[in-house]
């Protein structure tokens, strides 16, 4: 029972990590685009105020890329978690599995969850608000 507990502890750690990121990951989008728009002025132009979602675009890959992970370590979580003490491997290869067919365990479907959605969209039409306000 010892291997199948330390094997449960590493997948945990890395399941840890991957939520920490993405919470980074929204942090900094934030920062960044706050940064962006302090930095900018009513006089200045149009194009700069598009330079704000550069930054959305990509942490919103990345966090889409570290939920998709989150969600197949997840899978192999519950895989060790169901194995006999003489099956444990130590095996870290995270894959859909079964699964590889559903949306929920594909990076585009990691990317338009409800939880990015409902982060990064918001902030993307605050930007267009922001944008659309300053320059009437």
């Not at 991957?18 to 900018?40: H, R």
């Not at 990509?58 to 060790?80: H, S």
């Amino acid at each position: 029972m010892e291997n199948k507990i330390r094997h449960l502890e590493m997948i945990q750690g890395i399941i840890n990590r991957m939520a920490g990121n993405s919470f980074m990951l929204k942090g900094w989008a934030v920062t960044l685009v706050a940064g962006i728009f302090a930095l900018a002025s009513k006089e200045a132009d149009k194009m700069y105020f598009l330079v704000a979602y550069i930054p959305i675009i990509i942490f919103w890959g990345l966090d889409g890329f570290y939920l998709w992970q989150e969600r197949l370590y997840r899978l192999l979580y519950d895989e060790v978690r169901e194995k006999s003490e003489n099956d444990i491997d130590f095996s870290m290869k995270a894959s859909a599995g079964s699964h590889s067919g559903e949306w929920k365990y594909i990076w585009l479907g990691s990317v338009f969850s409800k939880t990015d959605l409902s982060f990064y969209l918001p902030l993307a039409l605050v930007c267009a608000g922001i944008i659309i306000i300053t320059h009437l």
